[in-house]
């Protein structure tokens, strides 16, 4: 690889560390290519870039941004993967295989510039995911309006119960 490629490579791995929510150093040692095949296109599908570098070339592209803590973890066979617009499905995509792949292991994560070590993965990968927070959300914001109509629906029907009950004790009393 030539000094241009190399100042290519350190320039889209900046792009992609400075567009990425969370990023998330992995160990794949003793992956099979079918292996890796099958965890990149689970991480495709959760939206996430994953790239195997060179670690020196990582530091480089990393230095300075707010995934600069990865630096100090990035040390024998380590790949970056980030997760842009949800960071849990990065977090749970990666814990999920670990736990299926004995070989492979999540090392280090950064969250907007703050540390992530492998215990507060796995509690960020049970989290649930942004679509599902949103729809419990809009749930919530949706009961209290839907619950205040009922309120006063009730309310209607109990007055109209008592005028119907008042007026079939007067029809059975005039009878």
Not at 3 to 27: C, F, N
Not at 32 to 49: N, P, S, Y
Request: positive net charge; proline residues 3%.
């Amino acid at each position: 690889m030539n000094r241009a490629q190399k100042a290519e490579l350190i320039e889209m791995i900046k792009a992609k560390a400075d567009d990425a929510s969370i990023a998330i150093v992995t160990d794949f040692k003793g992956l099979t290519v079918e292996e890796m095949t099958e965890l990149r296109v689970k991480l495709r599908e959760a939206g996430v870039a994953y790239k195997v570098v060179k670690n020196t070339l990582a530091r480089i592209a990393l230095d300075g941004g707010q995934h600069e803590l990865l630096q100090g973890h990035l040390k024998e066979n380590c790949a970056v993967a980030f997760g842009f617009d949800d960071p849990v499905a990065a977090a749970k995509v990666l814990s999920e295989y670990a736990k299926s792949n004995k070989k492979f292991s999540v090392k280090f994560g950064c969250l907007e510039g703050k540390p992530l070590d492998e215990a507060a993965l796995t509690e960020l990968s049970k989290l649930p995911s942004k679509p599902e927070l949103l729809g419990k959300l809009l749930g919530t914001m949706n009961a209290v309006p839907t619950n205040f109509v009922c309120l006063f629906a009730n309310l209607q029907r109990k007055f109209l119960y008592a005028l119907t009950a008042i007026k079939d004790q007067k029809d059975s009393a005039a009878a």
